[in-house]
């Protein structure tokens, strides 16, 4: 709003400056007429283009220099606005004594919407949210568009002891974000994550210390997981630090088994049973405990360890089937995600079969999970090739993040596709939402036409669960059963989940 005022100045007061130049041309003339100044005529008719150029340019600059720092999408300020009215607020001496902060906003997973709908619907979600997180603060403060699908929010500087209003502006924050948003007719569910740092606790009383400080919050808050919220404080700085020299480690930790999967359980709606568990790869760092994939996968494919981690995942996916068995415990199987590098391998079916039969593990036990972005319309390459030899030889194939992608149905007709797995930003809400349970009843009847399984991810309430299953949903996975953990905790896990299924306790259908 602000800008938009300097902006009508700006051009207020050059059309009211011309008009007044214009107002005098005629008066000048005839003046040097009547006084027969041939001399004056040829002054005024060589100068005054000159200075309305002068003007002109003048005039241009001032309102390119006022339009060139918004985000063109959104309208709301970039990042060069936001760190300029950051330095006024933070130099101002009207503001001494005064405290402000700076929110920076990562829309979680925005790169699925984009692939479930496309770049247009994308950014009118951006649009979106650009009004949402207006109307959750003050008409004082600023909200910049800062990258793609980041957003910052400056406070107006504030009595100090009020810096409290911050976490209560991102608490309002995350819930705008949460609401259901309508595109193309149907609704999608976003989350975000959220870094704050106040001018006190910023190593330096500047704008660029007070966002990157901010950003390095953020990264925290994404590293722990969906919709969290960190406040900046000195020894995050270190923490990042170490975290980005983690890659020259990753050698080392694949050798001596620091990275290796944490399992996530997989339940039949119907009768609370064990359907499998997920295979998650997880560092276990000696003094960073322990590190989300987040963190390291992009640096293993970078550096061309894919395979290398691929293997570890199988190895020890294979020797947890093993010693459930061993155990008693029935666990039907175990699914593995598969990278695009991974799929490129000719020889990846005789590697994944040697390993399997060297455990004496029936293929059925394994699934390969895999991403629609990594597969081709190609009928004859390498990757297409891999997924359907793993078919022939018995593995099951689960098809992920349905949902997300465009050629979803395709896939499945091309593929012996066994199940799909509805992505979590399908779930999330869906109890409470009559459309998002609609799209989800929609593929679950789609998948039972086709013959496959559906598997809902990320199911977090008992009200998600509850209507999954009365929707005809067979599996579900996610924090609301049980969050991924390592092999030792699984027997525990299942000792006790077992015991709750002879109690009849639980929220599966038969239960009920």
Not at 30 to 50: D, G, K, Q, T
Not at 360 to 379: A, G, K, Q, W, Y
Request: hydrophobic share 40%; proline share 4%.
């Amino acid at each position: 709003m602000r800008k938009g005022r300097n902006l009508t100045t700006i051009f207020g007061t050059n059309l009211m400056r011309r008009v007044n130049l214009f107002a005098l041309l005629p008066l000048l003339v005839a003046l040097a007429y009547w006084i027969r100044a041939e001399s004056v005529i040829i002054l005024v008719s060589l100068v005054f283009p000159l200075m309305l150029a002068i003007q002109g340019v003048s005039g241009r600059g001032a309102s390119t220099t006022a339009l060139t720092h918004r985000d063109t999408l959104t309208g709301l300020d970039d990042r060069h606005a936001a760190l300029e009215k950051m330095s006024a607020f933070l130099d101002d001496p009207a503001f001494s004594g005064r405290e402000t902060a700076i929110l920076v906003v990562d829309l979680d997973s925005f790169r699925k919407i984009n692939r479930r709908f496309d770049m247009d619907a994308g950014d009118r979600l951006l649009v979106e949210v650009g009004e949402r997180l207006r109307s959750c603060v003050r008409e004082s403060d600023v909200v910049a568009r800062i990258d793609g699908d980041e957003f910052a929010i400056i406070l107006h500087p504030m009595q100090s002891g009020d810096i409290g209003i911050a976490l209560s502006i991102a608490e309002r924050i995350k819930a705008a974000i949460d609401r259901p948003f309508a595109v193309d007719h149907t609704t999608c569910h976003l989350c975000c994550s959220i870094g704050l740092c106040s001018a006190t606790r910023a190593p330096r009383r500047t704008a660029a210390s007070m966002l990157g400080s901010a950003e390095i919050a953020l990264e925290l808050a994404i590293n722990e997981g969906p919709g969290a919220i960190r406040c900046f404080s000195p020894g995050m700085a270190r923490q990042i630090q170490r975290l980005r020299h983690l890659s020259s480690q990753l050698g080392d930790a694949l050798d001596n088994g620091q990275i290796r999967p944490w399992f996530q359980p997989q339940i039949c709606t119907d009768t609370g049973e064990v359907a499998g568990f997920e295979a998650l790869a997880r560092w276990e760092h000696p003094e960073n405990g322990v590190i989300l994939p987040a963190l390291f996968l992009d640096a293993i494919e970078s550096t061309g360890q894919s395979e290398r981690l691929g293997q570890i995942i199988l190895h020890h996916s294979l020797i947890a089937l093993r010693e459930w068995d061993r155990a008693g415990f029935r666990v039907p199987g175990v699914g593995i995600n598969f990278s695009s590098t991974e799929l490129q391998n000719p020889r990846l079916v005789e590697k994944i079969k040697w390993e399997v039969d060297r455990f004496d593990i029936h293929p059925s036990r394994i699934t390969i999970e895999i991403l629609e972005n990594v597969v081709s319309d190609h009928e004859d390459d390498i990757v297409t090739r891999n997924i359907r030899s793993l078919a022939a030889q018995g593995f099951n194939l689960d098809l992920d993040d349905f949902g997300t992608g465009h050629a979803a149905i395709a896939n499945i007709r091309r593929f012996s596709v066994n199940r799909i797995k509805i992505d979590r930003s399908l779930v999330k809400g869906l109890d409470k939402d009559p459309e998002q349970q609609s799209l989800a009843g929609a593929i679950i009847r789609m998948a039972e036409s086709l013959g496959v399984d559906a598997l809902a991810e990320g199911v977090e309430t008992v009200g998600e669960h509850h209507r999954l299953a009365q929707l005809g949903c067979r599996y579900v996975q996610g924090y609301g059963i049980a969050r991924p953990m390592p092999f030792d905790d699984t027997v525990t896990w299942l000792g006790r989940h077992n015991e709750k299924l002879r109690r009849g306790n639980g929220p599966w259908r038969r239960a009920g």
